[in-house]
């Protein structure tokens, strides 16, 4: 039976939001080498896409946090997700920045969020969790209340999940890197001797050289 994970996966696949490359690995900003790159942000250039996400992410805000009182959007890649998130749902939108502006007011928090707000986070994706609860803190310092994270992917790095659980932040995704693998190795895309060192990789990125 196909899942939801399955057939999201499938999608990001086909619209080459998802790449795999065990033998041709990429670099990531922060260095390490991975033979897997995820951009999600390519959704937003498929109109019908864009709407399986936007739909998709609103019900797992409705069936698992339905005392939200606003959105936030992680910048830059959830900006649009967590915007379309909140004006299907009638909330408060905002998306909070990686730092504070340089100029101006300094934001840090770009929109507005009223003290004791109940708030679900958007984000594209999870790698090592940092960004993403970066901008719960960002959330939680101004007076609000941090109910759940919802994200179209995780790679599910062990260290992503155990930053998840020390900041009490539930997290809901679309789809993640297990249904990623076993669709690309379904339709050929990657081949069975791809996926063990597709493994290796995950078990430890930040020391893997392909």
Request: overall charge neutral; charged content about 20%; aromatic content about 10%.
């Amino acid at each position: 039976m196909n899942t939801l994970k399955n057939i999201f996966a499938a999608k990001l696949l086909d619209v080459k939001a998802i790449k795999l490359q065990p033998t041709n690995p990429f670099t990531w900003a922060s260095g390490w080498k991975s033979p897997f790159y995820c951009d999600n942000r390519k959704t937003l250039s498929y109109p019908d896409l864009r709407c399986f996400v936007k739909i998709e992410l609103v019900r797992l805000v409705m069936e698992n946090f339905p005392q939200v009182d606003a959105i936030a959007g992680v910048a830059t890649g959830a900006i649009a997700q967590g915007a379309l998130v909140a004006d299907t749902l009638g909330l408060p939108f905002v998306y909070v920045r990686s730092k504070p502006k340089d100029h101006g007011l300094e934001n840090l928090i770009e929109g507005e969020l009223k003290p004791g707000m109940k708030v679900v986070v958007v984000e594209d994706l999870i790698s090592t969790g940092g960004s993403s609860l970066k901008a719960v803190d960002a959330i939680r310092s101004n007076g609000c209340t941090v109910i759940g994270m919802v994200a179209s992917y995780t790679y599910g790095f062990d260290v992503a999940k155990q930053a998840f659980e020390q900041a009490g932040v539930e997290l809901i995704t679309l789809t993640d890197y297990e249904s990623v693998v076993a669709e690309a190795l379904k339709t050929g895309y990657i081949q069975p001797s791809d996926v063990q060192l597709l493994h290796d990789w995950r078990k430890d990125p930040a020391h893997w050289n392909g």
